[in-house]
């Protein structure tokens, strides 16, 4: 597929995507008494992937996505789409019921509750096994990312609002990661992020200006979804994306990564971290 189609193609789910996050949320019955739980994501990420694979399958590509059939062999024959509807759940429910709070679900959006609290879309397209094209759309920021793999000046990019640019930067979660996060946030060099959404997280450590940074996400277990933008734009930019075994990533071989998590590096200063991710956790 070539950038062109590939981009249009990305344009065309975002706008989708978009249009059922907001229909489903502002549409769909929620007690106000009562906080939204996990159920209330889960039914809006089969609505928005329901609609993004219809719109693959109807330009002939395989699809992995998050809710849906995960099937090995697709990932197999090197030739698929990997959809993550919304990533960064927590975020999605805190909006949700921020707009309960304020007595009315309309409310959903109106305002920016920080970085800690972001969701977003994720696409990735993996041909003859290599990642050549991600996308990524922040719901919060509006902000829209299309990366080419085998060209780093073809990036677009639209309403960085986060803007990130510190030398040496350490990109955490909202939840406590293990004893590798906690040796990297100590470090007197490093500036520490805490930003939402793995799929967001290992982008920004690859395509903002850091001169080094790094994503270790150990708190809960990562799909090719999760981290395939991130790996087209490791092709493009340089860094590498490695499973909780400190191991490469794979494109033909799993669909769930082995461990628990994944770990992102750009640059030289965090190469340390590859030696901890083969330690036993603590």
Known sequence: MDKNKAFSLFNQMITEASDELLDFTLNTPINPEHKADKSVVTQCDKQIENRLVKIAQDSDLQVVPEEGDKVLEIVKSGNYLT???????????????????????????????????????????????????????????KEKILIDGSNPDNLIRENNVRGYSQEYAVYVDRRQGDFIEQE????????????????????????????????????????????????????????????DKGEELKFQDYIVLPGVGATIIKGDRFNFVLDLLKKPRQ
């Open 83 to 141: 959809i993550d509807p919304i990533d960064g759940t927590l975020g999605y429910l805190e909006y949700v019921n921020n707009a309960i709070d304020k007595g009315d679900i309309k409310n959903f959006l109106k305002e920016d509750l920080g970085a800690a609290s972001d969701f977003c879309l994720l696409l990735g397209l993996v041909e003859n096994g290599k990642p050549t094209f991600g996308a990524c759309f922040n719901f919060i920021t």
């Open 184 to 243: 990297l946030v100590s470090l007197p060099d490093v500036s520490v992020i805490k930003q939402a959404a793995l799929g967001l997280k290992s982008l920004y450590t690859v395509i903002d200006p850091h001169k080094s940074a790094v994503t270790v996400h150990r708190v809960q277990t990562a799909g090719l979804w999760d981290i395939m933008p991130a790996a087209v734009a490791c092709r493009a930019f340089g860094g590498k994306v490695y499973d």
